[in-house]
């Protein structure tokens, strides 16, 4: 029997995949195939232990169309934002949020729990990201190398930011 790789050491594990899975609407194969292709294994080989059936060339069929069905990518997605590493899903994290927050004010109560408790770990780690790593997130040491370039540019995406800037700044 395959070991399936459930991403322990990433803050993942086979709940959290299961309860993301239902969010997503993956079926049971599909949150299995996410789990082993979130941890770099081929399509072909996910899909093996997903149980997927047929001979080896439907399977590597199935492997490719279950990479590319939306409850997969919205999975990898998730799991990605999550744990910082694996393919990204389709779903970069503005996108990811605005599906998460969509759920939380429309899904079922325990899909908006889940949502929500979801949301409220992306920003835990995006906020210890920010104390970890601050000159990252530094909006004036970002402008400041983007006026060196373009002060226009500059001005105008710290305009689009909701700050004021200028020469003197």
Avoid at 101 to 106: K, L, V
Avoid at 128 to 145: C, G, M, Q, S, W
Wanted: hydrophobic share 35%.
């Amino acid at each position: 029997m395959t070991e399936i790789p459930w991403g322990e050491a990433e803050g993942l594990g086979e709940e959290w995949f299961r309860d993301q899975g239902k969010i997503c609407n993956a079926t049971s194969q599909q949150v299995v195939f996410a789990a082993c292709y979130h941890a770099g294994w081929t399509a072909t080989a996910a899909a093996k232990a997903a149980k997927y059936s047929g001979n080896d060339d439907s399977i590597r069929q199935a492997g490719h169309r279950a990479s590319h069905s939306s409850a997969v990518q919205a999975l990898l997605g998730l799991a990605h934002s999550v744990s910082g590493i694996g393919p990204t899903g389709s779903c970069e994290i503005a996108e990811v949020k605005a599906i998460l927050s969509r759920i939380a004010r429309q899904g079922d109560s325990n899909s908006r729990l889940r949502a929500c408790e979801t949301l409220a770990r992306i920003h835990e780690n995006e906020q210890k990201r920010d104390r970890e790593y601050p000159e990252e997130t530094d909006i004036h040491a970002e402008l400041r190398a983007i006026e060196a370039l373009s002060p226009e540019l500059a001005k105008s995406y710290a305009e689009s930011k909701g700050i004021k800037w200028g020469s003197n700044e």
